[in-house]
């Protein structure tokens, strides 16, 4: 397609988050807005004030980060010129210059508050499919227990107010019987739960399925989807997040919480017209939305703004840093106002370890990282091969179903195991949890010495119990689970999320060490720092690097990973660990392919994402990338005064480029400027409407002055306010190196080729992205808005 050409094509996502949609022109063309100072003269009387829609941009196109920056360095000088008038103008001058803190300060509230309900709503559903608080039935287990005056300590989680469903309906609680009735209505409710979730995602918000990371990522990067980040997909994001995570489905609601930050940024960007009006000033708010989404998620203001920087964010100046960073304190204020876990903490899974790690140590935490590594690449392979098929088999045309039958599998087989019963957040607490002298779960069932009294938080190390050692193959079998499970529940039609996989591996690790440790004492790797009597070694915290290594592994983060992480340890000295972990699991992914589970998603839906750690080194040329190609047809141009209106319809409508370079004449082609489809469509509808005499006769030209006219002619239309009249180009002999280059940098939609000022070509970022699937060996059209 040359002169962005527009492509019908169908979007859709890993699960059919959305099907059939005409993807117009993702490359397409650049339109000048209307405020522009280009050069141009005055207009006839109906375009003296820009007209409705000028200057805007249709669903599935790019944007001009170009345009969009000089309109907003117009509109700041208009208002700072402004403000020395009077003291209103002033005061308007200092209103907008607070706007941005304003929004950071409202989304900050907004997606704390969203991320506190969420996590109370997810606690309370899943204790619900296995009971019922008689006390107060919106009470999850816990809360349940906490209110009542006859738990004791060694049996805190049984309190009579607390009663399975079994045990309500039949009285009792022990036998087969009552296995097997709360067998049946656990696997039922998970059931409805994950009906609901899809059902509501299918009827009210396609756009509230999957993660959401690829395709904030895509609109960061200044892709518009229209609806993505609306009030309708915020609402039903937030309450099938709730379903979805509850019904039991190997997930979890991090990914899924930026999403639904980015959906508050959105919204209330649209009470500020200088976000509002301008897609390039809302992507620089929707990437502090996602520091906030992620400082709730993981109760990491810090990571969340590093997790921005480095994972999500295309275009991130200094001042959006600041602002991010306001936005990840509010919104981790709010949420530990609220305190849903009651543990005075952001998450549920923070933990503190009191042991230091040893130098031997390394092994297994590198280890580890080479697991996350293999696993990552392992989980995207199978990951992306399970929805290319369910996008090119009938199994896309039944989200509803695949849902509803992922969810009764994975509830049959989750219940046997403690492990695959409980929630995500709940099992990623208990398995980065440190064994103290007060804990009850299977984890920590050491054999304790009769004679040991020491300090509550430095317990030796002890042989492993009988529950440690049915903790371990139960844990071998919720590994396996995991890793099958969650390559399918990935990408289907509700929220999702990753993370338990790693979590799993690294305890189990963590205690084979702690026991060898203990039993092989003398060896000399242990001899040195790991005495009889002594704590030496932290499975919790092998957990942890587990956790780190295999999301390293799958989303290929790193020092937002190792941020995130140490901020739920709270603790400096865990940095290394971390980090030998995370470059580890990068290095060994990196092996199989380049791109994590969200690049690969982009690929996988055709969006139009030009990633900028991509290297493109081949020695090709602009000439040889440039539309139209010689079997082309020409290049559709408009002259700069020898077309008349009906000309410029016939163009329109018999075209479907998005945009057309204006030349003096077809027979010099030298460049005067460069017109958008959609601004030219406006002025010409606009002007048959507003202005007098204009008929398809009438002479349309984009110069200064109108030109020699026969006598007694209809009015010309003048349309220079819409022309471009400094289209970025670049000369036939540029190496396409360059031009990819400055695609990324400066955000271009398009650019022209011209040879000492003679328009030869155009240059989408469409045919930037095919050229260079090209050039890795890959079939374009396969790979691009398939």
Same mark, same amino acid.
């Given at each position: 397609?040359?002169?962005?050409?527009? %492509?019908?094509?169908?979007?859709?996502?890993?699960?059919?988050?959305?099907?059939?949609?005409?993807?117009?022109?993702?490359?397409?063309?650049?339109?000048?807005?209307?405020?522009?100072?280009?050069?141009?003269?005055?207009?006839?009387?109906?375009?003296?004030?820009?007209?409705?829609?000028?200057?805007?941009?249709?669903?599935?196109?790019?944007?001009?980060?170009?345009?969009?920056?000089?309109?907003?360095?117009?509109?700041?000088?208009?208002?700072?010129?402004?403000?020395? =008038?009077?003291?209103?103008?002033?005061?308007?001058?200092?209103?907008?210059?607070?706007?941005?803190?304003?929004?950071?300060?409202? *989304?900050?509230?907004?997606?704390?508050?969203?991320?506190?309900?969420?996590?109370?709503?997810?606690?309370?559903?899943?204790?619900?499919?296995?009971?019922?608080?008689?006390?107060?039935?919106?009470?999850?287990? =816990?809360?349940?227990?906490?209110?009542?005056?006859?738990?004791?300590?060694?049996?805190?989680?049984?309190?009579?107010?607390?009663?399975?469903?079994?045990?309500?309906?039949?009285?009792?609680?022990?036998?087969?019987?009552?296995?097997?009735?709360?067998?049946?209505?656990?696997?039922?409710?998970?059931?409805?739960?994950?009906?609901?979730?899809?059902?509501?995602?299918?009827?009210?918000?396609?756009?509230?399925?999957?993660?959401?990371?690829?395709?904030?990522?895509? %609109?960061?990067?200044?892709? *518009?989807?229209?609806?993505?980040?609306? #009030?309708?997909?915020?609402?039903?994001?937030?309450?099938?997040?709730?379903?979805?995570?509850?019904?039991?489905?190997?997930?979890?609601?991090?990914?899924?919480?930026?999403?639904? +930050?980015?959906?508050?940024?959105?919204?209330?960007?649209?009470?500020?017209?200088?976000?509002?009006?301008?897609?390039?000033?809302?992507?620089?708010?929707?990437?502090? +939305?996602?520091?906030?989404?992620?400082?709730?998620?993981?109760?990491?203001?810090?990571?969340?703004?590093?997790?921005?920087?480095?994972?999500?964010?295309?275009?991130?100046?200094?001042?959006?840093?600041?602002?991010?960073?306001?936005?990840?304190?509010?919104?981790?204020?709010?949420?530990?106002?609220?305190?849903?876990?009651?543990?005075?903490?952001?998450?549920?899974?923070?933990?503190?370890?009191?042991?230091?790690?040893?130098?031997?140590?390394?092994?297994?935490? %590198?280890?580890?990282?080479?697991?996350?590594?293999?696993?990552?690449?392992?989980?995207?392979?199978?990951?992306?091969?399970?929805?290319?098929?369910?996008?090119?088999?009938?199994?896309?045309?039944?989200?509803?179903?695949?849902?509803?039958?992922?969810?009764?599998?994975?509830?049959?087989?989750?219940?046997?195991?403690?492990?695959?019963?409980?929630?995500?957040?709940?099992?990623?607490?208990?398995?980065?949890? !440190?064994?103290?002298?007060?804990?009850?779960?299977?984890?920590?069932?050491?054999?304790?010495?009769?004679?040991?009294?020491?300090?509550?938080?430095?317990?030796?190390?002890?042989?492993?119990?009988?529950?440690?050692?049915?903790?371990?193959?139960?844990?071998?079998?919720?590994?396996?689970?995991?890793?099958?499970?969650?390559?399918?529940?990935?990408?289907? #039609? *509700?929220?999702?999320?990753?993370?338990?996989?790693?979590?799993?591996?690294?305890?189990?690790?963590?205690?084979?060490?702690?026991?060898?440790?203990?039993?092989?004492?003398?060896?000399?790797?242990?001899?040195?720092?790991?005495?009889?009597?002594?704590?030496?070694?932290?499975?919790?915290?092998?957990?942890?690097?587990?956790?780190?290594?295999?999301?390293?592994?799958?989303?290929?983060?790193?020092?937002?990973?190792?941020?995130?992480?140490?901020?739920?340890?709270?603790?400096? $000295?865990?940095?290394?660990?971390?980090? +030998?972990?995370?470059?580890?699991?990068?290095?060994?992914?990196?092996?199989?392919? #380049?791109?994590?589970?969200?690049?690969?998603?982009?690929?996988?839906?055709?969006?139009?994402?030009?990633?900028?750690?991509?290297?493109?080194?081949?020695?090709?040329?602009?000439?040889?990338?440039?539309?139209?190609?010689?079997? =082309?047809?020409?290049?559709?141009?408009?002259?700069?005064?020898?077309?008349?209106? =009906?000309?410029?319809?016939?163009? *329109?409508?018999?075209?479907?480029?998005?945009?057309?370079?204006?030349?003096?004449?077809?027979?010099?082609?030298?460049?005067?400027?460069?017109?958008?489809?959609?601004?030219?469509?406006?002025?010409?509808?606009?002007?048959?409407?507003?202005? $007098?005499?204009?008929?398809?006769?009438?002479?349309?030209?984009?110069?200064?002055?109108?030109?020699?006219?026969?006598?007694?002619?209809?009015?010309?239309?003048?349309?220079?306010?819409?022309?471009?009249?400094?289209?970025?180009?670049?000369? !036939?002999?540029?190496?396409?190196?360059?031009?990819?280059?400055?695609?990324?940098?400066?955000?271009?939609?398009?650019?022209?080729?011209?040879?000492?000022?003679?328009?030869?070509?155009?240059?989408?970022?469409?045919?930037?992205?095919?050229?260079?699937?090209?050039?890795?060996?890959?079939?374009?059209?396969?790979?691009?808005?398939?």
């Amino acid at each position: 397609p040359w002169s962005s050409n527009t %492509i019908s094509t169908t979007l859709t996502s890993s699960s059919l988050c959305f099907s059939s949609y005409s993807l117009s022109s993702l490359s397409s063309a650049s339109t000048p807005g209307g405020e522009e100072p280009n050069g141009a003269g005055h207009l006839m009387d109906f375009l003296d004030e820009p007209f409705p829609d000028v200057g805007t941009y249709e669903d599935f196109h790019t944007i001009d980060w170009l345009r969009e920056k000089s309109r907003d360095t117009d509109r700041h000088r208009k208002i700072t010129s402004k403000s020395k =008038e009077s003291m209103w103008e002033l005061i308007k001058s200092l209103l907008d210059a607070w706007s941005g803190w304003v929004v950071m300060l409202l *989304i900050g509230l907004l997606s704390g508050t969203l991320a506190g309900v969420i996590d109370l709503a997810v606690d309370w559903m899943t204790d619900l499919k296995e009971g019922v608080c008689l006390s107060a039935f919106w009470y999850s287990h =816990e809360q349940c227990c906490w209110t009542s005056n006859q738990t004791t300590f060694d049996d805190r989680d049984k309190c009579p107010e607390w009663q399975k469903w079994a045990e309500l309906m039949t009285g009792t609680s022990e036998g087969a019987g009552a296995y097997l009735l709360n067998y049946l209505l656990y696997v039922l409710w998970a059931l409805l739960f994950s009906f609901l979730a899809v059902s509501l995602v299918r009827v009210f918000a396609p756009y509230a399925c999957g993660s959401g990371i690829p395709e904030i990522k895509t %609109i960061l990067s200044g892709f *518009i989807i229209r609806g993505y980040l609306g #009030k309708w997909t915020l609402l039903i994001k937030t309450v099938t997040l709730v379903l979805a995570v509850s019904s039991g489905l190997s997930l979890g609601k991090e990914g899924p919480l930026v999403h639904v +930050a980015c959906c508050c940024g959105n919204l209330f960007c649209s009470l500020f017209s200088k976000y509002s009006k301008n897609e390039g000033k809302r992507r620089e708010v929707l990437s502090a +939305a996602a520091a906030a989404g992620v400082s709730v998620a993981f109760g990491a203001p810090i990571g969340g703004v590093l997790f921005s920087l480095e994972e999500v964010s295309y275009y991130f100046p200094l001042k959006t840093l600041w602002r991010s960073f306001f936005a990840a304190l509010v919104a981790a204020f709010t949420l530990r106002s609220i305190n849903p876990f009651g543990n005075s903490r952001l998450v549920l899974f923070y933990v503190e370890y009191h042991t230091p790690w040893y130098m031997a140590e390394l092994v297994p935490f %590198i280890l580890l990282g080479v697991f996350g590594g293999l696993w990552g690449a392992l989980f995207i392979r199978a990951n992306i091969a399970w929805c290319r098929r369910r996008k090119t088999t009938r199994l896309g045309r039944y989200p509803v179903l695949e849902v509803v039958g992922v969810a009764g599998v994975t509830a049959l087989l989750a219940f046997p195991n403690p492990y695959t019963r409980r929630s995500t957040s709940e099992l990623i607490s208990e398995l980065f949890n !440190d064994c103290g002298a007060l804990e009850s779960s299977q984890l920590c069932d050491y054999v304790n010495s009769p004679n040991m009294s020491r300090p509550l938080d430095d317990i030796p190390d002890r042989p492993a119990g009988p529950g440690v050692y049915t903790a371990l193959w139960q844990l071998a079998l919720a590994l396996v689970f995991k890793v099958v499970v969650t390559v399918f529940t990935f990408g289907m #039609k *509700i929220p999702s999320g990753l993370m338990a996989v790693g979590a799993i591996a690294g305890r189990m690790v963590g205690i084979a060490v702690e026991q060898t440790a203990y039993h092989h004492h003398d060896w000399i790797i242990f001899r040195n720092w790991c005495r009889p009597g002594a704590d030496c070694v932290t499975p919790g915290l092998y957990a942890m690097v587990g956790a780190a290594a295999c999301l390293g592994g799958v989303t290929r983060m790193t020092v937002s990973l190792v941020v995130i992480m140490f901020e739920l340890t709270g603790g400096l $000295e865990y940095i290394v660990p971390l980090m +030998a972990a995370a470059v580890t699991s990068k290095w060994v992914a990196d092996a199989f392919g #380049k791109e994590g589970i969200y690049e690969s998603h982009i690929q996988l839906n055709g969006y139009p994402y030009l990633d900028v750690r991509d290297e493109f080194s081949h020695r090709t040329l602009a000439a040889d990338v440039m539309r139209p190609r010689r079997s =082309e047809p020409p290049l559709a141009v408009l002259t700069q005064d020898a077309d008349s209106v =009906e000309e410029v319809e016939a163009l *329109i409508k018999g075209t479907d480029y998005n945009g057309f370079p204006v030349v003096v004449s077809r027979e010099s082609e030298r460049l005067i400027g460069f017109v958008g489809r959609r601004d030219l469509t406006l002025a010409v509808k606009t002007a048959r409407q507003k202005q $007098e005499g204009v008929v398809s006769s009438s002479l349309v030209f984009f110069t200064e002055d109108p030109p020699p006219l026969p006598d007694d002619p209809p009015p010309p239309l003048k349309l220079r306010r819409i022309l471009n009249l400094s289209p970025f180009t670049v000369t !036939d002999h540029t190496p396409m190196e360059t031009v990819v280059d400055i695609f990324r940098k400066l955000g271009l939609r398009q650019c022209l080729v011209t040879r000492s000022g003679r328009l030869l070509g155009i240059i989408t970022k469409k045919d930037v992205l095919r050229h260079m699937a090209q050039m890795m060996d890959q079939d374009p059209e396969s790979i691009m808005f398939n």
